[in-house]
């Protein structure tokens, strides 16, 4: 028998924005590099990354409500000989001639509709939070990406979720969430995820423009999420860069921080399209070895995503907004939410 769903209240996703809008703007401010980098195997330059998910950008504040993840991508060359080794016996990871590895830290928060309640509603998404460390070597050629990523954390009230959302509606005078008691409980999270992007499947120059399609297949596993992806990216612009789009707290597991613009300045328009088929979501099935709250998860979950980047010298900033299919029995509307990034080369 199912264990009972307590509520959830909707936290709002404004956590990290005070200090998150600080360092953006101080990541805006910073000089570009006289030369960009070329395109070689070996890149002087390192790269960082902030990416905060909202529903705020949605005027909405419910289910995901709120990520954040800062990355550092270390220059090359820099990797150690161990992962190169370890890259090499990998099967169907290729033998890129650029390898980068990337480290990173976030923290996601979900809630149900509404907040105020003190016993959230069983039938709604129950409360959690999920803090995490990211490791993740990429592996490119000309023309696909692999990337392997091995994500550890820990679900529940070690995640500190809890804490930051009644921070900020304080700081805020926001409505008061009630319902963290009813979180999910603490669980060490583990995913290993790998993803395959190949880049310019097809590609043309419409209206003097630059436009090119990249398809991604990907799989994860873990008791956080065990999950299945296929996608497709479009992009149009008057500068295509060396990526793969801008990138997304997985999942969906598209895009990167990595980006190699050929110019000073640039920009392109975006659309994708993802699918998957979900085994595992911890923070809708609940606790792995415990009772939790729950809800019934939908097997196939889809998303549709419209944005654009722009670069200028050795920084680009991209916003994201993704509509999501329903992910449990009962949800009574598709969920939306906007993503904001910004890369810097330094």
Known sequence: MRAPRSIRRPVRSLAFFPATAFLLAGLLSLPGNPALAQKTDRDPDGIFSVIVENDLFANDDRHYTNGIQFSYTPAQPGL????????DALPLFNQGTKRRITYALG??????????????????RPYAGFLYVNAGLASETETTLDRLNLTLGVVGPASLADETQKFVHRLTDSRKPRGWGHQLRNEPGVV???????????????????????????????????????????RIGADLPQDYGPPRIAPPFQGTSYFEPDRSFGWYLFASVQGRAVARDIFLDGNTFRSSPSVDKKPLVGDLQLGFAVTVSDVRVAYTHIFRTKEFDGQDKADTYGSLSVSARF
């Open 192 to 234: 290993l995820s790998y993803n395959r992007a190949w880049r310019g499947v097809y590609a043309a120059s419409p209206f003097g423009l630059a436009f090119d399609a990249t398809p991604d297949l990907g799989v994860s596993l873990g008791n956080v999420y065990t999950l299945a992806s296929a996608g497709l990216t479009l």
């Open 107 to 124: 923290q996601k928060m979900f809630t149900p509709r509404e907040i105020e309640p003190p016993v959230p509603d069983p039938g709604d």
């Open 80 to 87: 150690p000989g161990w992962v190169d080794g370890l890259a």
